[in-house]
């Protein structure tokens, strides 16, 4: 079966700083899926990204999916309290969809 | 509130014990989902269903079964729990699976077995 990667498994960063996590699939995808999940409770959906290369924005957010189609990122701009969480990717591959084991975010006020 | 709506959200059960997890969306989604987590492991799927009369084994479906009761319910069964199987549960639900958008989770079921 396909294998994700997400990294880094944690990042520290003082509020105001940029943050990045990255997702990497073993196969090529059909798409790929984003999640928030805040300590104590579930994933919430972000956002879906499916053409090769594409580039979306939600106010600080920016997703990116690769060329190939065999990554993803997605970087926050000037870092907020309200981040905090682990952020976990979705590669589908033909509608078997993988979770990457999430990138935990904290942030220092 | 439309959603997801799992139950109970706290258990604890003893080895060899049998439990069922109830899971109810109410957005008239086809498909629906339960998945575990475990810490540093990310989600996996147990079981899911992609329409209403059917089923089928995900990732790590040893231990568990599952019913498909109605559009709306979609239930996880434990016969005999182990403490592998201490985790924390959600249930999900999608308009017609992961090509067409993204999943609805419920608010997770944190069990416990000893």
């Known amino acids: 079966g396909q294998q994700v990667m997400q990294i880094p498994q944690y990042q520290h960063v003082q509020e105001g700083e940029d943050f990045t996590t990255y997702c990497n699939s073993s196969?090529?995808?059909?798409?790929i899926q984003w999640y928030k999940q805040r300590p104590g409770g579930h994933p919430v959906f972000l956002i879906q990204l499916v053409k090769s290369g594409e580039v979306k924005k939600q106010k600080r957010l920016t997703f990116q999916f690769g060329e190939a189609k065999k990554n993803s990122s997605l970087h926050i701009t000037a870092t907020q309290t309200t981040d905090v969480g682990t952020y976990f990717c979705?590669?589908?591959?033909?509608?078997?969809?993988?979770f990457g084991a999430g990138t935990r975010l904290t942030v220092k006020p | 509130n439309a959603g997801v709506t799992q139950t109970p959200k706290f258990q604890v059960l003893k080895t060899g014990q049998s439990m069922t997890l109830q899971c109810a969306q109410d957005?008239?989604?086809?498909?629906m989902y339960w998945y575990r987590q475990d810490p540093g492991m990310g989600l996996r799927l147990i079981y899911y269903s992609a329409s209403e009369g059917t089923t089928d084994k995900g990732e790590v479906p040893n231990g568990y079964n599952v019913s498909r009761l109605n559009k709306r319910e979609f239930s996880l069964r434990l016969e005999s729990a182990a403490p592998s199987q201490t985790s924390v549960y959600f249930c999900?639900?999608?308009?017609?699976?992961?090509?067409?958008?993204?999943?609805?989770f419920g608010s997770g079921t944190r069990l416990t077995v000893v």
């Open positions: 999900a639900s999608s308009r017609a699976g992961p090509l067409r958008g993204g999943y609805t």
């Open positions: 957005m008239n989604h086809n498909s």
């Open positions: 979705a590669a589908n591959n033909n509608n078997d969809m993988r």
């Open positions: 196969t090529t995808l059909s798409n």
